[in-house]
């Protein structure tokens, strides 16, 4: 669009034509242990842009994600996802990339991480420890780019 087209050339005037610039959007990079410090040792001058989503729906999207995968083999109904909120269904203090070892309804299916991958401050102390700060990491809100993608991009450029 000619507001996304706007945005790049106006980052591209801040920075100039001869700086790299290279996206990734993967969610896995945020709660894998490892990579915040696996990124920083081989980009320490990377500015990682963090988006984060509300974290209730992040984890129903999540669910329903799991099922649209086949990934979760029990019933895929709101009444599921709110059994994982039930206390003493899920272990919170399970690593995230560990295996859960919830026995069924859930075999093949870590209903932790579903919960775990929305407490956020865990996962970004990951990337404080490892060496970004204020300076070069920005963190927003999902639900704020799609109410006012122009104000959040703009937002995003202020603090690059």
């Known amino acids: 669009t000619s507001t996304d087209t706007a945005a790049w050339w106006q980052y591209a ?6 700086q790299k610039v290279g996206f990734e959007k993967s969610p896995n990079y945020l709660w894998t242990s490892t990579a915040a410090q696996n990124i920083h040792s081989l980009l320490p001058n990377a500015v990682v842009l963090v988006l984060l989503r509300e974290p209730g729906a992040r984890a129903y999207s999540h669910f329903h994600h799991s099922c649209r995968k086949k990934v979760q083999t029990a019933a895929c109904s709101p009444a599921v996802f709110d059994k994982l909120l039930w206390p003493g269904t899920v ?21 932790d991480r579903v919960l ?36 959040t991009v703009n937002a995003l450029f202020g603090a690059l």
């Open 13 to 18: 005037k801040r920075f100039g034509a001869s």
């Open 116 to 151: 775990l991958r929305s407490l956020y401050l865990e996962q970004l102390r990951g990337f404080w420890s490892a060496g970004w700060n204020c300076h070069n990491m920005w963190i927003g809100l999902s639900e704020a780019f799609y109410t006012d993608p122009n104000g």
């Open 91 to 111: 272990n919170l203090s399970t690593s995230m990339e560990s295996k859960s070892g919830l026995p069924s309804p859930w075999p093949g299916f870590a209903p």
